[in-house]
C-alpha cells in the first residue's frame, strides 16, 4: 500500500507545496488515519505525539507541566496552522557567474555608476534596465573590461577582472560572446566571413570545421540561406540575428546583448526575442541584456536590475520586479510620465538624491528641474 511505501521507502525531498509542511517523526501509531489531501495531511501533523514531547506537552498534560508557561503549546499550535495555510515557496538564485562587487566609475567629475553590487545568476537571462544616461553600456564595458572602475571588483566565474595582468584579461574575455547594437559587423565581408571571423582569429579550426560550425550558428539564427550576402544587402533584422551568430560561434558561456532590439520594428523585435530565448535553452548560456524594451524584458527575462541616478535601484527575479512596490520600478516598468524619472536625465542625475543608499533610492523624488538637452551616456 501506499502507507508502507511512504514509511520505509521515502521518496527524495522535494520542495513542498505552498501551504504543506512535512513531520519528520512520521509513525503510523502517531498518524492514525490519514485523511486525503495535503493540506489534511498538514494538519494531521500537528495531532498530539506527531512532532514529539513539545506536542504531547501542550495537547496532553496539565498547563506548566513541561516546565513552559501556561498557554504556551497552544499558541505555539495555533502559529504552526496559520504557519501552513499562509506559507508559499521561496525563489532561490541559481549561484552567481558574474559578481559585481561594489563598482564605481566617474569620466571627470561626474560619476556613472555609484557602488553598484548584484550577481547575475549562471544559465540565466538577466536584463538591466534604466533611463538614458544612467550608465548601462558603462556597466557592460566594465564587466568584460574595456574600461577600469575606480572602484569595487568584477568576478567572472570567480575570477577577478579588476587589477589583473592584460593577458588575463584577454583570457577570461574568452568566456564571453557580445552582440553589440548595430550588430558590428564588417561591411566589406559577407555573413558568412563575418560569423567565421572569430574562429579563424581565435582558433586552429581548418576550414572543413569552420564551415560546419557557422552553418551550425546560421540554421540556429535562420541564416543559412542568405550567408553570401554582405551586412548592406541585407535588413537590419538579418544584421542582428548575424550578429548573435557571431557571439555564438565561440560557445561562450556569457553573452552580453547591447540594446539588441534597437533600431527593428516591434514584430522584428517579437521575432529577436524568441530567438534569444531559444538561443538560450538551446546553449544553456549565460544572457545579459541592456535594454529600454519592456515589452521585450517580460518575454526574455528571467532576472531584472534597474539602474537610476548612478545607483542601482533594485534587482531580482522578473516576478519579484513586478511587484515591487518602489516608486521608480513602478513607474518605469508602467512607462509613465508620472513619478520620480523625469525628463532630463542629466539634470536628475546632477541633484543630491544621487548621494541615496545604493540598495534603494529611498523617498520618491519628484522632478521639477527646467528641462535642457539630454548628452549622457546610456
Given at each position: 500500500?501506499t502507507?508502507r511505501?511512504?514509511?520505509?521507502?521515502?521518496?527524495p525531498a522535494?520542495a513542498a507545496?505552498?501551504?504543506t509542511?512535512?513531520?519528520?517523526?512520521?509513525?503510523?501509531?502517531?498518524?492514525g488515519p490519514?485523511?486525503?489531501?495535503?493540506?489534511a495531511?498538514?494538519?494531521?501533523?500537528?495531532?498530539?505525539?506527531?512532532?514529539?514531547?513539545?506536542?504531547?506537552a501542550?495537547?496532553?498534560?496539565?498547563?506548566?507541566?513541561?516546565?513552559?508557561?501556561?498557554?504556551?503549546a497552544?499558541?505555539?499550535?495555533?502559529?504552526?496552522?496559520s504557519?501552513?495555510r499562509?506559507t508559499?515557496?521561496?525563489?532561490v538564485?541559481?549561484?552567481?557567474?558574474?559578481s559585481i562587487q561594489g563598482?564605481?566609475?566617474?569620466f571627470?567629475s561626474h560619476?556613472?555608476l555609484?557602488?553598484?553590487s548584484f550577481d547575475?545568476p549562471?544559465?540565466?537571462?538577466?536584463?538591466?534596465?534604466?533611463p538614458?544616461?544612467?550608465?548601462?553600456?558603462?556597466?557592460l564595458?566594465v564587466?568584460?573590461?574595456?574600461?577600469?572602475?575606480?572602484?569595487?571588483?568584477?568576478?567572472?566565474?570567480?575570477?577577478p577582472?579588476v587589477?589583473?595582468?592584460e593577458r588575463?584579461?584577454?583570457r577570461?574575455?574568452r568566456?564571453?560572446?557580445?552582440?553589440?547594437?548595430?550588430?558590428?559587423?564588417?561591411?566589406s565581408m559577407?555573413?558568412?566571413?563575418?560569423?567565421?571571423?572569430p574562429?579563424?582569429?581565435h582558433?586552429?579550426k581548418?576550414?572543413r570545421?569552420?564551415?560546419?560550425?557557422?552553418?551550425?550558428?546560421?540554421?540556429?539564427?535562420?541564416?543559412v540561406?542568405?550567408?553570401?550576402k554582405?551586412?548592406?544587402e541585407?535588413?537590419?533584422?538579418m544584421?542582428?540575428r548575424?550578429g548573435?551568430?557571431?557571439?555564438l560561434v565561440l560557445?561562450?558561456e556569457?553573452?552580453?546583448?547591447?540594446e539588441?532590439?534597437?533600431?527593428l520594428?516591434?514584430?522584428?523585435?517579437a521575432?529577436?526575442?524568441?530567438?534569444?530565448?531559444?538561443?538560450?535553452?538551446?546553449t544553456?548560456a549565460?544572457?545579459?541584456?541592456?535594454?529600454?524594451?519592456?515589452?521585450?524584458?517580460m518575454?526574455?527575462?528571467?532576472?531584472?536590475?534597474?539602474?537610476?541616478?548612478?545607483?542601482?535601484?533594485a534587482?531580482g527575479p522578473?516576478?519579484?520586479?513586478?511587484a515591487?512596490?518602489?516608486?521608480?520600478?513602478?513607474?518605469?516598468?508602467?512607462?509613465?510620465?508620472?513619478?520620480?524619472?523625469?525628463?532630463?536625465?542629466?539634470?536628475d542625475?546632477?541633484t543630491?538624491?544621487t548621494?541615496?543608499?545604493?540598495s534603494?533610492?529611498?523617498?520618491?523624488?519628484?522632478a521639477?528641474l527646467?528641462?535642457?538637452?539630454?548628452?549622457?551616456r546610456?
Open positions: 500500500m502507507w511505501r511512504r514509511r520505509f521507502e521515502p521518496e522535494t507545496e505552498p501551504g509542511i512535512e513531520s519528520s517523526a512520521e509513525t503510523p501509531a502517531s498518524r490519514r485523511p486525503p489531501g495535503p493540506l495531511d498538514a494538519l494531521a501533523d500537528l495531532q498530539p505525539g506527531a512532532n514529539g514531547p513539545a506536542d504531547q501542550g495537547a496532553g498534560e496539565a498547563p506548566g507541566a513541561g516546565g513552559d508557561p501556561p498557554g504556551t497552544s499558541r505555539a499550535d495555533s502559529e504552526r496552522s504557519h501552513v499562509t508559499t515557496p521561496t525563489l538564485q541559481p549561484p552567481a557567474i558574474i563598482v564605481t566609475k566617474r571627470g560619476t556613472v555609484q557602488d553598484i547575475v549562471r544559465g540565466k537571462t538577466t536584463a538591466v534596465l534604466g538614458s544616461g544612467t550608465g548601462k553600456s558603462v556597466l564595458k564587466i568584460i573590461g574595456l574600461l577600469k572602475p575606480e572602484a569595487g571588483q568584477i568576478l567572472v566565474d570567480g575570477e577582472i587589477g589583473v595582468r588575463d584579461v584577454y577570461i574575455r568566456k564571453f560572446g557580445v552582440l553589440f547594437q548595430d550588430g558590428a559587423l564588417f561591411g559577407s555573413l558568412y566571413d563575418n560569423i567565421a571571423f574562429l579563424r582569429e582558433t586552429h581548418t576550414e570545421e569552420i564551415r560546419a560550425t557557422v552553418l551550425q550558428k546560421a540554421e540556429l539564427v535562420g541564416l540561406a542568405h550567408l553570401h554582405l551586412p548592406g541585407v535588413s537590419g533584422g544584421r542582428k548575424a548573435l551568430a557571431r557571439a560557445d561562450p556569457i553573452i552580453l546583448f547591447d539588441p532590439d534597437s533600431g520594428d516591434p514584430v522584428r523585435v521575432y529577436l526575442d524568441e530567438l534569444v530565448n531559444t538561443a538560450q535553452q538551446e544553456g549565460t544572457f545579459f541584456v541592456i535594454t529600454h524594451n519592456i515589452e521585450s524584458v518575454r526574455t527575462a528571467h532576472y531584472i536590475g534597474l539602474l537610476f541616478r548612478s545607483r542601482l535601484v534587482f522578473k516576478e519579484q520586479m513586478v515591487d512596490p518602489n516608486p521608480i520600478v513602478q513607474q518605469f516598468l508602467a512607462g509613465r510620465a508620472e513619478g520620480p524619472i523625469g525628463m532630463d536625465e542629466m539634470a542625475a546632477d543630491p538624491s548621494q541615496g543608499p545604493s534603494g533610492v529611498g523617498s520618491p523624488v519628484t521639477t527646467p528641462l535642457r538637452a539630454a548628452a549622457g546610456s
